[in-house]
């Protein structure tokens, strides 16, 4: 077997035969590879892609993706997050994975971080006794509509029983869920937006300051305009990470408070009728009510099954309206580094929802 790393000055070429025609797997999709080629943190230098074949034949991948925060002492430190690891069925349990971390650590000198990982990838982290929990995010899942088929009916079967449960329950509830979202908001001006105006980016840089990783609004646009998930009709493809969606919007939101003027910013996405908020700026805490009213009328006309939130001030907004959601469910965030990153790391900077890759995908 030979394992092989792939610089981002060399992942065009390597990939787009792939594209043109082969059948076999893929180690990432077109529109993941456009984003990369766009990452205003990367490198030409910086690997992003690990291999592993065996007889040319894909077995195994790991996906890097470049970034930086401010350390403690004022300086950029490069890391690149641990996102997205695959090994064929036929190879797994043999510690492949465990050997693609090692490539990984060896390619960044352990400038590594990850979040939202999956049970079996935190196990390979885990007992690598490498990596530090830096911050732990309390959230919470908001449940609007009942969603059992879609999230028990292929791991239990019987997924008409859970459609027939579903059309039931939501029946029942669609006239009060109408009827509130068609209350008008007082007391906020709501403008949508297609892309960062004036006062938001003015908005966006007074925010940097209290974040880990300051990012900047054209960091913001680079996600907005290179998703990693798309509603259009694309080919089929051999990849193992979503691409595809029924429904993916992204949606920008200005708020003033027509008392005070203070604004401030709302970013959804609505990916398959699941909604989550990746970034949210605000002058005044008094926006964060309006917010959360807004959150659930658009909830309410997407057809959102359920919405996901770790900003506190906003959870504790939405947490008024319970009585609208059929559960609501604690559902925290953990994020980890690598233990050479975790001194450098400072302590009480503001991590968003959409750090990491949450932003490209919801």
């Given at each position: 077997m030979e394992v092989k790393t792939y610089r981002l000055e060399e992942l065009e070429s390597h990939l787009i035969t792939s594209f043109s025609g082969s059948s076999g797997i893929l180690s990432m999709s077109p529109l993941r590879l456009a984003s990369y080629l766009k990452n205003?943190?990367?490198?030409?230098?910086?690997?992003?892609?690990?291999?592993?074949?065996?007889?040319?034949?894909?077995?195994?991948?790991?996906?890097?993706?470049?970034?930086?925060?401010?350390?403690?002492?004022?300086?950029?430190?490069?890391?690149?997050?641990?996102?997205?690891n695959w090994v064929h069925p036929e190879f797994r349990r043999k510690g492949i994975s465990t050997q693609l971390l090692h490539s990984a650590e060896k390619a960044w000198d352990g400038r590594l971080m990850y979040t939202n990982?999956?049970?079996?990838?935190?196990?390979?982290?885990?007992?690598?006794?490498?990596?530090?929990?830096?911050?732990?995010?309390?959230?919470?899942?908001?449940?609007?509509?009942?969603?059992?088929?879609?999230?028990?009916?292929?791991?239990?079967?019987?997924?008409?029983?859970?459609?027939i449960f579903d059309r039931v329950i939501n029946k029942f509830r669609e006239e009060n869920l109408y009827r509130f979202g068609q209350g008008e908001q007082v007391g906020c001006s709501i403008e949508k937006l297609d892309g960062f105006d004036d006062e938001t980016r003015i908005l966006l840089a007074k925010s940097r300051e209290k974040s880990l990783f300051r990012r900047e609004a054209a960091e913001f646009e680079w996600a907005l305009d290179y998703p990693w998930i798309t509603q259009k009709e694309v080919p089929a493809l051999e990849y193992h990470f979503s691409y595809k969606a029924r429904s993916f919007e992204n949606v920008l939101l200005k708020f003033k408070d027509v008392d005070t003027g203070s604004m401030g910013m709302l970013w959804l996405i609505i990916h398959n009728n699941v909604l989550s908020v990746p970034y949210v700026f605000v002058e005044s805490e008094g926006i964060f009510s309006h917010m959360a009213a807004y959150i659930l009328r658009i909830m309410i006309s997407s057809g959102s099954t359920h919405a996901t939130l770790r900003c506190p001030e906003l959870v504790n907004e939405l947490l008024h309206f319970k009585r609208h959601f059929l559960c609501i469910r604690n559902m925290p965030q953990h994020i980890f580094a690598h233990a050479k990153l975790e001194e450098q790391i400072p302590d009480g900077l503001k991590i968003h929802d959409g750090d990491g890759d949450v932003m490209f995908t919801g």
């Open positions: 205003p943190r990367s490198e030409p230098s910086d690997i992003v892609l690990i291999e592993l074949r065996r007889q040319g034949e894909l077995i195994a991948y790991r996906t890097l993706l470049p970034d930086y925060f401010i350390s403690s002492d004022k300086e950029i430190v490069r890391f690149a997050w641990l996102s997205g990982y999956a049970p079996a990838s935190k196990a390979v982290y885990d007992r690598s006794a490498s990596f530090r929990p830096v911050a732990v995010r309390k959230g919470k899942r908001f449940y609007l509509r009942a969603a059992s088929e879609e999230l028990l009916g292929k791991r239990m079967g019987g997924s008409s029983v859970f459609r």
